[in-house]
T-cell receptor, first 116, second 113 residues
Framework: GAVVSQHPSRVICKSGTSVKIECRSLDFQATTMFWYRQFPKQSLMLMATSNEGSKATYEQGVEKDKFLINHASLTLSTLTVTSAHPEDSSFYIC????????????FGNGTRLTVT | AQSVTQLGSHVSVSEGALVLLRCNYSSSVPPYLFWYVQYPNQGLQLLLKYTTGATLVKGINGFEAEFKKSETSFHLTKPSAHMSDAAEYFCAVGKGKGNKLVFGAGTILRVKS
């Protein structure tokens, strides 16, 4: 069964509104979760590392105020796209490392965001 | 710093033919290497991984990959393609602690009947 639950799978919103995406670890507690963004026909780019109980770590070039990350508990991380614009339309995927450094990530099924 | 290059953004094979998807990596430390498969509008599913030990790694759905340090390669193969193998495949290298991954650009595999 699924190890990571991501919700919603699709969302369409108007420019200027905010959208929240949830990522839940179903089988284990996760002090760290990763948020990736995937543009059409491109690879996944790491946006940020969500840390339970502390601030997220953002990759270079990612706007912290635009993409708000909250790791509220050991099983839930949220990504809020604030004041969304059409260029924020993308596929957002969260992932959860199950344990040791060399363990493969478990991925959510992604969220397709379309900003009109 | 780590990087991944996947040669060929699109690969087309006939059903029953050999599948070969190429991946070369660059890493300043011993790499952790992964292959993931992605179906449309879905997340990524792990096919196989290399961390240490045996250089020939077997994964799910009949896929395997061989880590060749001298060639800095981790090519993905499957002896006989099936229609259900049509998807996009990503090679990734582990980036430091905490499983941060650097992904290649992806290769779309098309299987012809």
């Amino acid at each position: 069964g699924a190890v990571v639950s991501q919700h919603p799978s699709r969302v369409i919103c108007k420019s200027g509104t905010s959208v929240k995406i949830e990522c839940r670890s179903l089988d284990f507690q996760a002090t760290t979760m990763f948020w990736y963004r995937q543009f059409p026909k491109q690879s996944l780019m790491l946006m940020a590392t969500s840390n339970e109980g502390s601030k997220a770590t953002y990759e270079q070039g990612v706007e912290k105020d635009k993409f708000l990350i909250n790791h509220a508990s050991l099983t839930l991380s949220t990504l809020t796209v604030t004041s969304a614009h059409p260029e924020d339309s993308s596929f957002y995927i969260c992932s959860v490392p199950p344990g040791t450094d060399n363990s493969p990530l478990h991925f959510g099924n992604g969220t397709r965001l379309t900003v009109t | 710093a780590q990087s991944v290059t996947q040669l060929g953004s699109h690969v087309s094979v006939s059903e029953g033919a050999l599948v070969l998807l190429r991946c070369n990596y660059s890493s300043s430390v011993p790499p952790y290497l992964f292959w993931y498969v992605q179906y449309p509008n879905q997340g990524l599913q792990l096919l196989l991984k290399y961390t240490t030990g045996a250089t020939l790694v077997k994964g799910i759905n009949g896929f395997e990959a061989e880590f060749k340090k001298s060639e800095t390669s981790f090519h993905l193969t499957k002896p006989s393609a099936h229609m259900s193998d049509a998807a996009e495949y990503f090679c990734a290298v582990g980036k430091g602690k905490g499983n941060k991954l650097v992904f290649g650009a992806g290769t779309i595999l098309r299987v012809k009947s």
